[in-house]
């Protein structure tokens, strides 16, 4: 499928995540450990705010993360406080730039891994229930798009913990008017500059991993010299599709059927479950 991390905190170069960690998303791409694919070689992208009222910024391309020589400059030039970044790996949709995550709306970027299985039958219905303002707004032919869309229909601006609840159940109650018994598998990340808001969800309950970064003040206290810790401050967070370096005590995954939301250096954590609208 896909790999993806978000990150908010102190200010960071992005090739400290994306380049200079052990198990960075750029050796992701190539050897990713937990992904349903080893090799994420459809395209990537990243977005960042330079402020988080700043409509954010995006770069997306079709090429293989690994050979994409721009992002390296990028990542190495570009320093924010919040970030998103994707890798893909594609699932009956084309490679091309408008089928990258990020998605973007507004000051809102969404990206996700897994799949609404079956969805060239599903595609029609799940797309005449997107707000028709927002229509126009479409770009490409992925279900992660329709997915995001759908999650703004039903309010993600506004309450973006509801919203998602929302977009999920009527994605599930569409699959099973098609009888598609499980039609969903998730991990998705929707952020507005700040806040983070990540969902693992899956209708079987078998969803792709994904994984948040434990406190950084308790890993400040274990590893004092460390300067990748050193660097983010004590209330940065990562959320990630699989950790970057297998320090002990810098991961805990995040359960089945549940949402992670950070703001201001706060983390909170609730049980997800589909909510009608």
């Known amino acids: 499928m896909c790999r993806w991390l978000a990150y908010t905190g102190n200010p960071l170069h992005l090739e400290t ?11 992701q791409s ?3 450990r937990l992904g349903q694919t080893t090799t994420n070689g459809d395209g990537f992208g990243i977005g960042w705010y330079g402020h988080p009222t700043d409509i954010p ?3 997306r391309c079709i090429q293989p993360a690994w050979s994409d020589r721009n992002l390296r400059e990028a990542a190495r030039a570009i320093r924010s406080p919040l970030f998103v970044a994707h890798i893909r790996a594609a699932t009956g949709t084309p490679s091309q730039e408008t089928n990258c995550h990020p998605f973007r709306y507004g000051r809102w970027l969404f990206m996700h891994n897994g799949l609404i299985r079956n969805f060239p039958a599903l595609r029609r219905d799940l797309m005449m ?7 126009s707004s479409i770009e490409g032919s992925t279900d992660s798009e329709v997915l995001f869309f759908l ?7 506004l309450a973006p913990v509801t919203a998602l609840k929302r977009m999920v159940a009527f994605v599930e109650e569409t699959g099973r008017l098609h009888d598609v ?7 998705v990340c929707a952020t507005d500059g700040e806040q983070i808001v990540a969902v693992r969800y899956s209708s079987e309950g078998q969803s792709r991993s994904l994984f948040h970064s434990t406190s950084f003040h308790h890993l400040h206290e274990l590893y004092p010299d460390d300067p990748r810790i050193a660097a983010v401050g004590e209330d940065a967070f990562l959320v990630l ?6 320090l002990p005590g810098w991961w805990e995954e995040i359960p089945e059927s549940t949402v992670v939301v950070a703001r201001g250096g706060e983390i909170e954590q609730f ?3 589909p909510e009608a609208a």
């Open 271 to 273: 049980p997800f479950a």
């Open 17 to 27: 995540v994306l380049f200079n960690a052990k198990h960075s998303l750029i050796d």
């Open 129 to 135: 229930a997107i707000e028709p303002d927002l229509f």
């Open 151 to 157: 999650a703004l229909t039903f309010g993600l601006e």
């Open 241 to 246: 599709s699989e950790p970057l370096a297998d």
């Open 181 to 187: 018994e499980q039609p969903l598998n998730m991990t």
């Open 30 to 32: 190539l050897h990713s």
């Open 57 to 59: 910024f995006r770069y």
